[in-house]
């Protein structure tokens, strides 16, 4: 048996990374929290044919199967596939447990999801991802659109990343403004995946892509137009309009848009700008209105890192349609990049504030008597694995980043060591506590 | 499309349920890192090899393969399989990451885990464990068998289960006493096989498998003995010596199980005892020494709910071993019983405590900035969604079970109402608060 090696495509983290980690989702479950949103979880697992019902996805999907299965495989109706994201589930456990949830629904959910992606550069294969939705019955109300930006835009203001951009767009926005252009369906379908590629392809490429699906050079400046546009607030309908391009959809959606900039505009800042981005498509087929895409500040070569939109259509039980509007942060692309390339960092990889010495092995009871009174008072606590000499008792602290060592004295009394300033003092362990800041690891970012 | 059915097997919670595990959650969290333990995760999915090189377990595996694989199917060395326990993918990690680990090391783990069972009740598919384990390098100090169990104690004294049964026993003595009857390598190995059956079959069933395993009439009753040991200090000793039996390794297994009972004298208490109990025995392989079982009193058909145990070979490289000692509470095992029988309940299933009302939706930003608020104090709160009157929107805190509903005043003042009681205050949104009870929500248990 030799040294196992790492799966590419399937990330794991350090100790340390893993604090930092920790930090960022307990930043995302207390910003979500007092915003009211509930915590939901599904299985990892849905039959195969509701996540191939939704489209585009069906390359990416891992099969599940029994080792041992009765049936001899192939895929039938009935197989169960692991999730590739948090929406599809959600619309599947909304419409399964609709009449026990109360309309509007409020959840976050943070689990892992699967792609059965070739691994390249900055692709999981498994992933981390953090959703808000929300959702009604029948029709969710349009300031939800804003509310999503809102929480999300407090949730990266206060997590170790970069500055962000929170870029939105409206689906009713460009292909009303495709109609008005005079394109039909296909010519609609296929100008915004061709747009959605601009990123990667350049302009001339999606002029080419566009003239090839029959766009005259007209329609095709007006598409490039179109996404060109960029704005932080009002300043964006006239932007549009001077394109002169009308439809009652282009409207429509150019007001939803409007109004998130304005529901938005107390909570631009340093940290997090929303912006406006008419050249944001999402390649997912159930967006109806409003979408997101969100792009770190200096890291925009990683792509988006926490998106997502309005889809009215896509839970519903054939009687009752339960729209929704949602955003999922990823939390394993936005920050692996980062931790790898050491740029955020944790001060170390144990929660342990305190070490107590054992003086000798038959006296490890009162070293651990010593660890539960600290602890009661919540102050993470290890006692030293061995009886060996202080001084490798104090490099255990050491080279684990534990800041304080306790020593039992022979007179029955107690002293701690910072190891760092090599102080020793008297302390007591029914009243010593360690200064706030290192009883829990310290986050340090550096860009 | 209709409404969909739930997966047998694959247990979802609604959001009150889901409040309750967080509640477990976050009790288990804090009392690992109040005793040093790290946070680590892994991957899903192992090699199919290193999951089938643990034996026993093949036929729970879930395989894994993308839907568009290259390859026809088939199962090779390389194929990738769902963990089945957090155990085995630790032992890996540790091999793989040792070069980056400080030894002693400590961590836990809370993760879904899968198993291809046929389902039954009491049986899950996919479930939820919370694992400690502290491995070191070449050797590990056997205080750290105390200490698992301390921990554990710890742990489930603070949870929201019924009083449990923490029981342990050590596979040396058990290995010990059947050479020391004269047992063979494969008497040893039946002899263990059957008395892990000892709760489903019976003592006549044990009976009837020994003897039929070759053993006499006098080594079947001293098998039988031995499991009907019971003891909670060290009066084991004698009970163990009284059935005449001697063998070196029983002496050396004796010795570690008193060591444990000694060591958590002191954490005994009305919701957790520790007791050996030399019937437990595990199913697993990989156990060396001791070993822990787990039952909640009065729901001992449930089964084991935490076990563990050490294991001294599962973790190699082929030149270094990373002996260890573990214990995994099956959160889910323990909880869902308990949640849909309504043993126990949360308060409510939204984080929120307060709900500010929205006098017509174009003061909607009125509304929001006294949220903002109250958040900005760590109050959890949402915006009505709706500007109806005022009777509804306390009707949808009040569905919801949210104690207090806030209001905006036309003179720019703002009262608050506690729901419950009917009493309406002025209330100031940059001071108020809420009781600590209101907070977040109430778990409670009834047995």
Known sequence: ?????????????????????????????????????????????????????????????????????????????????????LTVPFARYVTENAGHLQFPFRRYQVQRV????????????EFLQADIDVVDRDVLAPHHDVEMARVMAAALAALPLPPVRLQVNNRKLVEGFYRGLGLDDDGVGAAMR???????????????????????DAQVAACLALAQVRAEDSTLTAQVEALGVTHPLLSEGLAELVAVLDGVADVQGERVRVVADLSVARGLDYYTGTVYETRMEGYESLGSICSGGRYDA??????????????????????????????????????????????????????DAVAAALRARGVPTEVSPTAAKFGKQIRYADRRGIPFVWFPQEDGGHQVKDIRSGEQVDADPATWTPPEADLRPAVTTSW
């Not at 302009?203 to 699906?213: D, H, W």
């Open 1 to 85: 048996m030799s040294r196992p090696a790492p799966l590419s495509g399937f990330p794991e983290l350090l100790p340390a990374q893993r604090v930092v980690e920790q930090h960022v989702l307990d930043v995302l479950r207390r910003t979500f929290e007092l915003h009211g949103f509930a915590s939901v979880e599904t299985r990892a697992v849905e039959p195969l044919s509701v996540l191939l019902r939704k489209g585009e996805i069906d390359k990416e999907v891992y099969v599940v199967r029994r080792l041992h299965a009765d049936d001899a495989g192939g895929e039938d109706a009935d197989a169960l596939a692991l999730h590739f994201d």
């Open 194 to 216: 061709a747009v959605d590629k601009l990123d990667k392809i350049g302009a001339e490429g999606v002029s080419a892509v566009l003239r090839a699906a029959g766009l005259d």
């Open 114 to 125: 699967w792609r059965g992606e070739r691994p390249q550069e900055g692709r999981y294969r």
């Open 314 to 367: 896509l839970a519903t039980d054939g009687r009752t349609t339960y729209p929704g509007v949602g955003i999922s942060l990823g939390v394993t692309r936005a920050l692996v990049p980062l931790l790898s390339r050491g740029l955020v960092t944790a001060s170390r990889g144990t929660p342990a504030a305190v070490v107590v010495a054992v003086v000798e092995e038959a006296q490890r009871s009162a070293s």
